[in-house]
Every structure is written in structure tokens, then in C-alpha cells.
């Protein structure tokens, strides 16, 4: 179930539904349903707010709902609230920030995830011109797609000793027009070789920084 199908919770369902999962999308806004109806399993219009609406709906019988409400901080505290009540065992909900993130997990939420604040991470990492793809995880790592540095350049991932000198590991390797490839020690790495590396946040940012 997704509740708000803005760009945030449109996305959600979107991807969901092609994944092949049944999706329940709800929204207050009649025109934004509609538009919905031929793209998810089923599409209602309803106050999430209240929870008689959402237990008519049959809500709790869902194992997930994802509450994807943008701007209306007291809609999204109280369906959150209301999903809880109702013994959803699974909710995530998107936060603006931090205050609202807080008050979401103290209302029932049991995921609250910061999509605006992890793209613009995300973006001024990719900004820099040394990274072409980042994802940094809760506990400080994070996977990075990033050029082969130069001296690592007609040598062996052994040779490099990369993960003793930089603290990271290199995971896999994507050479130009060829399959990507798990890293092995007896990995050769060439000029415009692409590697996925991976590590504490801040030594895979260094390790970047060098390509």
C-alpha cells in the first residue's frame, strides 16, 4: 500500500508494481487518482487521516504500507498514526527533515527515509566530477562507482595493494564494451577501467578523490 502518490510515492508505486508486487495506491486528490488507475493493482480516493476510512479499506490485512505524503506534516504524522493503530507491522514513511522524521518513528513508523536529503548527498557527490554513482548506507559505508586511479593502471589488484593503502575493497570492475566482472586478486586493471568500490564512507571518498 502507498499512500500519496506524489513524485515521492508514485515512484514507490510505480517500481513496485513493475517488480510484480500488488499495489494499493490512495491519495486525497481525485484527478491524481485517475491518473494512477491503469498503472497500480487498485486506486482509491480517501482521507488517510481517519482511521475508520483506512479500516474500511481493510489496511491492516496489507504487509507493508509506504506513506509517501509531501508537504502536509500533520496528514502524514496522523495516517502513520492511524496505520500503527491499526497493526500495520511494516509502515515507512518519507520525512522533510529531522523533527518530522523523529516524530514519525515515535508515532508507529518503523522506516523513515530522507529522500530529499539523500539525493542532495548524493548529488554533491556525484557534482565533484569524481564519482559517477554513490550510495552510502545508515552505519557510515558506503559503494562507490568511480574511475580507476592511475597507479593502479596495468596492474594487478594485488600489485595495487589498494585495500592496505587506501582502506577500501574493490568489489567489481567494468572495462569498456566488456561484462562486468567480480574483482579477484588476480584482477588486471586497465586505463578507463570503471571500479565498484566499497568501504567506510570517508576512505571511499578519498579513494575517489585520487582517480
Request: include cysteine; proline fraction near 2%.
Amino acid at each position: 500500500m502507498v499512500i500519496g502518490l506524489g513524485r515521492f510515492g508514485g515512484a514507490v508505486a510505480e517500481s513496485l508494481a513493475r517488480l510484480g508486487h500488488d499495489v494499493l495506491g490512495i491519495d486525497e486528490d481525485a484527478a491524481l487518482v485517475q491518473s494512477w488507475a491503469d498503472r497500480l493493482t487498485h486506486v482509491v480516493q480517501a482521507d488517510t487521516t481517519n482511521g475508520d476510512t483506512l479500516r474500511r479499506l481493510g489496511v491492516h490485512e496489507f504487509e507493508r504500507a509506504v506513506v509517501g505524503i509531501g508537504t502536509d506534516i500533520e496528514a502524514s504524522v496522523l495516517t502513520v498514526l492511524a496505520l500503527s493503530e491499526l497493526g500495520v507491522k511494516d509502515i515507512w514513511a518519507k520525512a522533510l527533515g529531522e523533527k518530522h522524521g523523529r516524530i514519525l518513528e515515535r508515532t508507529g513508523a518503523h522506516h523513515v527515509v530522507y529522500p530529499e536529503a539523500a539525493m542532495g548527498e548524493r548529488v554533491a557527490h556525484l557534482v565533484t566530477g569524481k564519482m559517477i554513482d554513490f550510495i552510502e548506507f545508515d552505519d557510515g559505508f558506503a559503494i562507490v562507482k568511480t574511475m580507476a586511479p592511475r597507479e593502479a593502471e596495468g596492474r594487478t589488484l594485488a600489485q595495487c595493494a589498494l585495500r592496505s593503502k587506501y582502506g577500501v575493497t574493490v568489489v567489481g570492475v567494468k572495462r569498456p564494451r566488456a561484462d562486468f566482472t567480480y574483482a579477484k586478486p588476480e584482477t588486471t586493471i586497465q586505463q578507463g577501467d570503471i571500479l565498484i568500490v566499497s568501504g567506510p564512507t570517508k576512505l571511499v571518498e578519498a579513494f575517489a578523490a585520487i582517480t
